[in-house]
């Protein structure tokens, strides 16, 4: 009878490569790929204008109303968006090579400034004729990615000198 269970246990139910995904870096840069691609689909900036009103979101300049199709597209800005997302998402699986996860890390916060240096160009083009802008609450989504993926960034450093100071007293 013993035989028959202990298949189930003389081994870890849970590979080593798939445990390494349960680091603390992992849950901050994936909230970071989701927030960046929620951000994607929402109004970012609304100009009031004399004529009718124009939404940017990271995908186009529309007029909100029933049919908000596109004015025109905003490819920079959603080339910028959709690569820090998955560029967020893609990192989670790099923990085997923390120095490379490090410089993705940089790499998205560099996409994560570029798109609001790239909202504001938009903003600045569009708005001379608007009376007021309304800041829609998505445009606060790439900051706290941008948070998490700093928070993210700390903790992949701190492993990367764990191991390094492990490797020194071997």
Known sequence: LLIL?????????????????????????????????????????TIITPEEPLTISAVGVYNPGDDAKPLFDVWPLTIVTALAALLAFIDIFLFRNRPLQM?????????????????????????????????????????AALVLNFIAYRRIRADERLVRSADRLR
Do not use: D, H
Request: aromatic letters at 20%.
């Open 103 to 143: 410089k993705v890390c940089y790499f998205i916060t560099f996409l994560l400034i570029a798109f609001y240096v790239i909202v504001g160009i938009y903003v600045y083009y569009l708005a001379i004729n608007g009376e007021s802008l309304q800041w829609q609450a998505a445009l606060s989504m790439p900051v």
């Open 5 to 45: 269970f202990e298949p189930f246990t003389s081994y870890n139910v849970y590979p080593k490569k798939l445990t390494m995904i349960q680091r603390l870096q992992s849950v901050y840069l994936f909230l970071a790929a989701a927030l960046v691609a929620t951000c994607m689909f929402m109004p970012l900036v």
